[in-house]
């Protein structure tokens, strides 16, 4: 009788400990570089959820912006449900920025017109 009131309290205890460590940590995410031959630096470190409120940004198309034909920018379309490297191809196409280049563009341009946020290369692209 007491061995499996024992177990039954070992598998809540188990279960509250995963609990706690998934509800304790923030997911680490990244800027993904899978599609660059050879990265030259380790994956731009980004938590999103924290960015966004830190920077006061509640609009997606804010960075999940998407173009027109006419390269005028949607005003009520988000591209966040595709990658990055699916519209910007490794270089400059026409008018639309290469992949690397819309990264820096989006990422480190509002970072200097807002005045706040990395500029300098470590500052994302943190080695372990």
């Given at each position: ?9 070992a ?19 990244f ?34 912006h ?5 390269g ?29 280049k819309?990264?820096h563009?989006?990422c ?21």
């Amino acid at each position: 009788m007491r061995k499996p009131v024992v177990i039954v309290v070992a598998v809540l205890v188990v279960l509250m400990m995963i609990m706690a460590s998934a509800y304790c940590q923030e997911d680490m995410e990244f800027v993904s570089n899978e599609v660059f031959e050879n990265p030259q630096r380790p994956p731009a470190t980004f938590l999103h959820d924290t960015h966004n409120e830190a920077a006061g940004l509640e609009d997606c198309i804010e960075c999940h912006h998407l173009y027109d034909e006419a390269g005028v920018k949607s005003e009520d379309e988000s591209s966040e449900d595709q990658a990055c490297s699916d519209c910007h191809a490794d270089t400059d196409q026409g008018s639309k920025p290469g992949l690397m280049k819309a990264y820096h563009l989006n990422c480190k341009g509002c970072h200097l017109s807002g005045k706040k946020g990395p500029i300098l290369c470590a500052e994302c692209h943190v080695r372990s």
